[in-house]
């Protein structure tokens, strides 16, 4: 028997940004469908993003706070004030299990619903900590979820397979990254040896520095 180990809150999370990956990046589900696409833990690199990357300030410093989260419930909120306001039409059920509201829409919804959030057309009371009555940080993260989206997309990060989580000094690619051989980048260049000129020696005479070469 397999005993699962994500949470329930672990499962929505992750519907939420699948979905999120989804509307994003429709080109790529269409050329090469869904699941090879979805096997390539975008979402995750989202959710990595959003936990250790973004600092918010506090009294007197900046603090790193979870925010896949919480991002995912100002998605759902969002999603349902379109919803209510005939701005969007929700499918009878999730399209990613697990998922809310967001997950429910159609591609062109979901982009609906993060632009009503980029342009602050929706609510900020009623959307959760640390984004109620938020507006900068409400804008900023949607913005890097974009962002987030197509650095986990065409970057290196699927990659590193079973250390993507781990922090990055401790990654290693596992093997050629797929969408680096679709847009005909030849790997990293580790560097080499080459002529970058003569050496120059300065040469101190009567209080003087003069050159030799």
């Not at 080109?27 to 869904?34: A, F, G, I, T, V």
């Not at 999730?94 to 342009?119: V, W, Y």
Request: contains cysteine; proline residues 7%; charged residues 15%.
């Amino acid at each position: 028997m397999i005993i699962s180990t994500y949470t329930q809150s672990q499962v929505y999370t992750q519907a939420s940004f699948r979905a999120l990956i989804d509307a994003l990046l429709p080109s790529s589900y269409e050329q090469y469908n869904y699941e090879s696409t979805n096997n390539m833990e975008v979402h995750e690199y989202i959710m990595y993003s959003l936990d250790h990357d973004i600092s918010i300030q506090q009294p007197l410093h900046h603090t790193i706070v979870p925010l896949s989260y919480p991002t995912a419930k100002m998605l759902d909120i969002a999603a349902t004030q379109l919803m209510n306001t005939y701005q969007a039409q929700p499918y009878p059920h999730s399209l990613f299990p697990g998922g809310g509201m967001f997950s429910c829409l159609s591609r062109r919804d979901r982009i609906r619903t993060l632009s009503a959030l980029e342009n602050l057309n929706i609510d900020l009371y009623v959307l959760p900590s640390p984004f109620q009555n938020n507006a900068g940080l409400v804008k900023n993260v949607t913005d890097a979820l974009n962002r987030f989206s197509m650095l986990g997309y065409y970057s290196e990060w699927p990659a590193y397979g079973s250390t993507r989580l781990r922090p990055p000094s401790e990654r290693r690619l596992e093997f050629f990254p797929m969408n680096w051989q679709r847009v005909g980048y030849p790997g990293v260049s580790y560097g080499y040896r080459d002529f970058r000129g003569f050496l120059l020696r300065m040469n101190r005479s009567e209080g003087k520095y003069e050159n030799e070469s």
